[in-house]
């Protein structure tokens, strides 16, 4: 018996770290790592609330608390958008004519990501999936 549980304890040890290698793969992929790393250090020092993980302001980590979102919200409101609805699971926003999508999703239990996708986007991904 206390063998089968070590063998069992073994399977399940191997078992995650596959799937919390599978994920961080997900993420390297996905996302900027170097950006991710420089975002994760600089609210790990607790000195922002709100950082640009992209290339192109198009990537924000902030703490998953109350004061973190409320950054995100700031910056939006110091841009100009309105919140003007729900599409699908993302927020919908407009600034002048100029709807974005905010999607919003967890990392690592600790952190939101909302990532911005923009008309532009969608017009290029479409020509994409159609070619």
Known sequence: MKKFLKIAGSVVVAVVTIISIIKLVQLIRKYSFLGLLKG???????DED???VSDNETK????KSQEGLEAFNEYLDMLGYKY???FGSSNLYE???TEIVIKKSKLFNKYYLFEIFNE???????????A
């Not at 532009?120 to 159609?130: M, N, S």
């Open 84 to 86: 003007i609805g729900q």
């Open 40 to 46: 994760l250090g600089i609210l790990g020092s607790g």
């Open 60 to 63: 924000f980590l902030v703490k």
């Open 50 to 52: 709100i950082v640009d």
């Open 95 to 97: 600034h002048e004519g």
């Open 120 to 130: 532009q986007y969608f017009e290029d991904t479409a020509d994409y999936i159609l």
